[in-house]
């Protein structure tokens, strides 16, 4: 059984950066697509980024330009590293995996989450 185990959240001030870690056992990680979703109070968990098992990535547009996502095989763990934070920003993050190592935006197709983590961002 795959567990996904997110740390690194914690409170900031609108500008700062934090870097989210998502450290994974129990699976064949490095064949594994990771994403990272959020979900801010009241609304839906909505995708933030994601990398495939070949390193692509794919973000979504309120976040391009500002988070970066990546990977460290040797460690089992994908990270989310997050600059300029808004307000908006604030949410629970989850770390999520898929087996067939394509990435996606759609949240059903991934097969394992984490417990998320909290952002929050303060003006």
């Known amino acids: 059984q795959v567990q996904l185990v997110e740390s690194g959240g914690g409170l900031v001030q609108a500008g700062g950066s934090l870097r989210l870690s998502c450290a994974a056992s129990?699976?064949?990680?490095?064949?594994?697509?990771m994403g990272w979703f959020r979900q801010a109070p009241g609304k839906e968990r909505d995708f933030v980024a994601a990398?495939?098992?070949?390193?692509?990535?794919d973000y979504a547009d309120s976040v391009k330009g500002r988070f970066t996502v990546s990977r460290d095989n040797a460690k089992n763990t994908v990270y989310l590293q997050m600059n300029s934070l808004k307000p908006e920003d604030t949410a629970v993050y989850y770390c999520?995996?898929?087996?067939?190592?394509?990435?996606?935006?759609?949240?059903?197709?991934?097969?394992?989450w984490g417990q998320g983590t909290q952002v929050t961002v303060f003006s």
């Open positions: 990398m495939n098992w070949s390193a692509g990535t």
């Open positions: 999520t995996a898929r087996r067939s190592g394509l990435m996606t935006r759609l949240i059903d197709a991934y097969d394992y």
């Open positions: 129990g699976g064949i990680y490095s064949r594994y697509a």
